[in-house]
């Protein structure tokens, strides 16, 4: 049967399949979370997952958003986007890293949304492509504070820290990645580096957030900004 993908926000019933494909064992460069931490992000309703027509998930991705206060406003974060080996180069993870973000965007007052910044190891080149794509350029290099959890995996340099690159959203990118969303929840289908179409059912719990008003949303970020 060819493949077919559900794309939703996670519940509570898909935490352990998302901490096993990612996060028991995570990949050298990954920031590991804790089972508590992905419960966190499912309550949120900000992680987003893919599963396959079997069910099996197959990917995920989230955006962090920091609790605010009057005096401060701290920057949301991209977490970048997990695809199951086997099923990468189909276009899975950019479609989720979009949904998650446009998510974000639509979720928030535009008037005052968070700036939005992705974290990756000073040695990892794989999602740089990939956050140029979605959005995003280099800002600067940071140094990870010792002791901070889920970092402990990682390869440190030669002052004893992990060293990674910090990204920034950039504002005139958000009108696109909003009609880039809007073509694939009315497409219902993504397309892989080769061309290849793997058909989509996007899943949202709210009606608001259709192709029309993100189209709207878009127009209105543009128009903004002239």
Request: net charge negative; aromatic share 6%.
């Amino acid at each position: 049967m060819p493949l077919s993908l559900t794309l939703r926000t996670a519940q509570d019933v898909d935490l352990q399949d998302v901490y096993a494909l990612v996060f028991e064992n995570p990949e050298k460069h990954i920031r590991k979370l804790a089972r508590e931490d992905i419960g966190t992000l499912i309550g949120e309703g900000v992680l987003w997952i893919a599963r396959d027509h079997e069910g099996r998930l197959v990917g995920c991705c989230y955006v962090k958003v920091p609790l605010t206060t009057e005096a401060e406003m701290p920057p949301a974060e991209y977490g970048g986007a997990f695809v199951r080996a086997e099923h990468r180069g189909l276009g899975i993870g950019e479609a989720l890293a979009r949904l998650a973000i446009a998510r974000f965007m639509w979720d928030n007052d535009p008037e005052s949304l968070p700036a939005l910044i992705a974290h990756v190891h000073a040695e990892n080149e794989k999602p740089r492509t990939v956050l140029a794509k979605l959005g995003f350029r280099l800002d600067k290099r940071i140094k990870v504070p010792e002791g901070l959890p889920g970092f402990e995996h990682m390869p440190k340099a030669s002052d004893g820290f992990v060293h990674g690159d910090e990204f920034a959203f950039e504002a005139k990118k958000i009108a696109g990645l909003l009609r880039d969303v809007a073509r694939v929840i009315a497409a219902k289908k993504i397309v892989g580096k080769n061309g290849g179409e793997t058909p989509v059912g996007v899943n949202l719990k709210t009606d608001d957030f259709t192709p029309e008003n993100l189209e709207k949303m878009a127009s209105a970020v543009e128009a903004k900004a002239k």
